[in-house]
């Protein structure tokens, strides 16, 4: 399918079929493209958490509003997000790109340098929205990357956040949840949503060009 056909073929699952697990290398295709997403700046500020334990799916479930998906897909992935920005965050993100690409051109060095003296004083509330905003970008990636593979999932932000970050110890770890996206298969019997025509605004009402 082209990606014009992706879009369509895909929709929000609201009924996944219970215990049809996703095979390993296809989750992992989903996350390379999840990695591989654009970043402001290249700084990656978030992390990609994959949950298959049904034990623990169960307790975010509780958390999340008792969404079916929830424990009925094979793998969860949580979107979390930094925090905040800090010095040593930056600093690391550069060296990173070091690594990859070599020594950094004098350019490149100075935009790291402006990044560490002006993102973290920002406030970490400033921070965490534009954090979050960088996730969504992984997300739109991962939704594609999961209609190629043939697999189902649907985005959530139904779910009490404080309480997921308590269950997962992200806070601890410099993290705060955005999003979670389920991974599985339609059950194509019971899943009312799938029979209906996909819902969009006309393109003339969508799109306009500006001269």
Same mark, same amino acid.
């Given at each position: 399918?082209?990606?014009?056909?992706?879009?369509?073929?895909?929709?929000?699952?609201?009924?996944?079929?219970?215990?049809?697990?996703?095979?390993?290398?296809?989750?992992?295709?989903?996350?390379?493209?999840?990695?591989?997403?654009?970043?402001?700046?290249?700084?990656?500020?978030?992390?990609?958490?994959?949950?298959?334990?049904?034990?623990?799916?169960?307790?975010?479930?509780?958390?999340?509003?008792? =969404? /079916?998906?929830? @424990?009925?897909?094979?793998? +969860? !992935?949580?979107? &979390? *997000?930094?925090?905040?920005?800090?010095?040593?965050?930056?600093?690391?993100?550069?060296?990173?790109?070091?690594?990859?690409?070599?020594?950094?051109?004098?350019?490149?060095?100075?935009?790291?340098?402006?990044?560490?003296?002006?993102?973290?004083?920002?406030?970490?509330?400033?921070?965490?929205?534009?954090?979050?905003? =960088? /996730?969504?970008? @992984?997300?739109?990636?991962? +939704? !594609?990357?999961? &209609? *190629?593979?043939?697999?189902?999932?649907?985005?959530?932000?139904?779910?009490?956040?404080?309480?997921?970050?308590?269950?997962?110890?992200?806070?601890?770890?410099?993290?705060?949840?955005?999003?979670?996206?389920?991974?599985?298969?339609?059950?194509?019997?019971?899943?009312?949503?799938?029979?209906?025509?996909?819902?969009?605004?006309?393109?003339?009402?969508?799109?306009?060009? +500006?001269?």
């Amino acid at each position: 399918m082209d990606v014009i056909e992706l879009c369509n073929w895909r929709y929000a699952t609201k009924k996944m079929i219970p215990g049809l697990v996703v095979p390993d290398e296809q989750v992992e295709r989903i996350l390379e493209a999840a990695r591989l997403a654009p970043s402001s700046s290249g700084l990656q500020p978030y992390e990609v958490l994959v949950i298959s334990d049904a034990a623990l799916r169960a307790r975010i479930q509780a958390v999340a509003k008792n =969404q /079916a998906q929830i @424990a009925d897909c094979s793998h +969860l !992935l949580v979107f &979390a *997000a930094w925090d905040t920005y800090t010095p040593e965050r930056i600093r690391q993100a550069f060296e990173q790109t070091r690594r990859d690409r070599g020594e950094l051109s004098e350019y490149w060095a100075n935009y790291g340098k402006v990044l560490e003296e002006q993102y973290p004083v920002r406030g970490a509330e400033v921070n965490f929205q534009h954090t979050a905003r =960088q /996730a969504y970008l @992984a997300l739109g990636f991962a +939704l !594609l990357a999961a &209609a *190629a593979e043939g697999v189902d999932c649907t985005p959530m932000e139904g779910f009490d956040a404080d309480a997921l970050d308590d269950l997962l110890g992200l806070r601890a770890r410099g993290l705060r949840s955005v999003v979670l996206l389920p991974l599985g298969y339609r059950d194509e019997e019971n899943d009312l949503l799938l029979k209906l025509n996909k819902s969009r605004r006309p393109m003339a009402e969508f799109a306009s060009e +500006l001269k």
